[in-house]
């Protein structure tokens, strides 16, 4: 199994077990996570850009700048 492989699949878990997280702070009702913002969106965004990084920019510099930097 190539370090790529192992890359990208613990990308997506953590994506994964992120989001998992975050909604479980929205059904919880923590630090007004419900309420939504400007917040909520950027943290959307940050995972949005995060998995095209993983994804689509598979084995180029700048998706494991994105994944270095997020």
Do not use: C, P
């Not at 997506?12 to 419900?34: C, E, N, Q, S």
């Not at 850009?49 to 920019?57: A, I, Q, R």
């Amino acid at each position: 199994m190539s370090l790529n492989a192992i890359y990208v699949r613990m990308s997506l878990l953590a994506i994964f077990f992120i989001t998992l997280h975050y909604t479980d702070d929205v059904i919880r009702k923590v630090r007004g996570m419900d309420q939504g913002g400007i917040a909520v969106l950027f943290a959307v965004l940050m995972l949005v850009v995060w998995l095209f990084g993983t994804l689509v920019l598979n084995e180029r510099k700048s998706g494991y700048i994105i994944g270095l930097i997020i």
